[in-house]
């Protein structure tokens, strides 16, 4: 199983969409318009990184405490069926990506796998999701 710390690409994002306020949609509006940020994301971005940078020794704790892997961890065909041969199951604990093998088929992700947390994003197919539903949490 690979572990790479990592920061996302543009093709490696989720979209978020949030709801503000008319004033502070016309705050960011006017500080864009002013030159202070090139659109709406870039600010939104921008507060969020700055808030996450005011919090990173309390995520840092929190990661470890919880026994998370930080970054991408992606599982492949070859990564279950081996954890399969050796008779364990996995708890997958992730603060970033959690990826399953396109390959990967429900039956084997069942065998192999006894619970997933993620804090960001799980990428894995339909019907691995559909199979493992009651053991994402």
Do not use: C, W
């Not at 081996?82 to 992730?94: D, K, M, N, S």
């Amino acid at each position: 199983m690979s572990v790479h710390e990592l920061r996302p690409k543009l093709n490696e994002t989720e979209k978020v969409t949030i709801n503000l306020g008319l004033i502070d949609l016309g705050q960011i509006d006017l500080l864009v318009q002013e030159g202070f940020y090139s659109n709406r994301t870039d600010l939104i971005r921008t507060a969020i990184r700055n808030q996450l940078s005011t919090h990173a020794e309390a995520v840092k704790q929190t990661v470890a405490r919880k026994s998370l892997v930080l970054g991408l961890q992606h599982y492949s065909r070859a990564d279950l069926e081996a954890v399969q041969a050796a008779g364990q199951r996995l708890q997958i604990q992730i603060l970033g990506l959690a990826s399953i093998g396109a390959d990967v088929t429900p039956e084997l992700a069942l065998a192999t796998i006894d619970s997933i947390t993620v804090l960001g994003a799980l990428r894995a197919s339909s019907d691995v999701k559909a199979a493992l539903a009651g053991r994402i949490h």
